[in-house]
């Protein structure tokens, strides 16, 4: 009798372990490559939709890479507009400044549009993370927020370059080792224009002013 | 001692079970919003790095969004680079054709472009699927491929719209939503120009012809 309740207690067990197990096998590799590549609960901290400033300065904190817009100096489609994707951070995960940095090389292709014409608008989505795959929200509904920030991209200047640097750092633990041939330098974008797309009606225009004096509570 | 050998049995029917019901109750919402957001085991489809043009083709496939940059016709920033997210689909997973559909309005900021210049570059990244997370690349790192596509986004002419609309609609079911109001129409981009960045050593360049000849085994 005693052998038999070991097996129900060693049933309960089992089946109280298995789960806890199985998630250790399938986590994802933390502190490699990237940290908080939209997999720390960003739905739960989303900003209340009407406070479209906040709501900006939210998805700027939450995503760790975006798209840039830059026209082209290329052969065979100078003049057109080109479109790469970048990796950029504002700072640690809610402690963000609302500045993108960007760690950019003279070997890309954007940084040699950038050089002739330093325009360029920047789009991160709430597609990047796990909130819209949560609630069922298309990438392209304004329920799945994204927005778009215009300005120029500029080198960062020598005062700015701890901020810009551990900002960076600290969401892209990888740079560190990126090859010093590739003359990394510290950049941002000078946000002159903001559109936020969060809900219907069309996109919502922030001023950077409001931009950057929005606050998290 | 029967009834032992059934409690030892449980304990190993639970053991295996539980993974399984756990992984029931926290299964993402399927079906609601988009099918395909990067959550179908992905990682382990990848092409082999050196066929180029293999590699364009499935990132293409796997991912259901992307960043378009168009040149702005916008009030204050005219002739500027312009970027914004729009969905999109080349097929169903693993069937693609290569050639990206849209499903656009003409009260979106991006189609008020197009109307005036044609001209788009439209990026997608294995950065929008689990892919890099799971492998700790940094989203800038050309190990989380990312692929460049350069051409005209085009309205879809009639005997292609029932393509487009299939290979749209299973990936994202919720735009048979849509309101009518906003006067949907189907739209591709007309491919010219194709970079690939998978490796070290700077973007690869595909030609169209060599992209479309691309075959999934």
Redesign the interface.
Known sequence: MA??A???A??????????A???LLVA??R????RG???WGAAELLPPRENAALVARFVTNVC?????????TQE??RG????????LSDGPPSKGSGVPYF?LSP?Q?SVGNLKENP?????M?L??T?F??????????PL?A?I?L?GTVIKVSEAEMDVAKNSLFIR?P??KTWPSSHNWFFAKLNIT?I?VLDYFG??KIVTPEEYYNATFQ
Chains 1, 2 share one sequence.
């Open positions: 052998g038999c070991r097996g129900s060693r049933a309960v067990l089992a089946f109280l372990l298995a789960p197990l199985v998630a994802p590799a502190g490699r490559g990237g590549h939209g997999d760790d890479w975006g798209a840039l817009a830059t026209i082209s065979g489609v057109r507009p080109f479109a790469d994707v970048l990796s760690y070997m292709q325009y360029a608008t920047l789009t989505s597609a990047e796990s819209c795959r949560k609630y069922g929200f298309d990438p392209q509904s799945c994204h778009i215009s892209h990888e740079m224009n559109w069309g996109p």
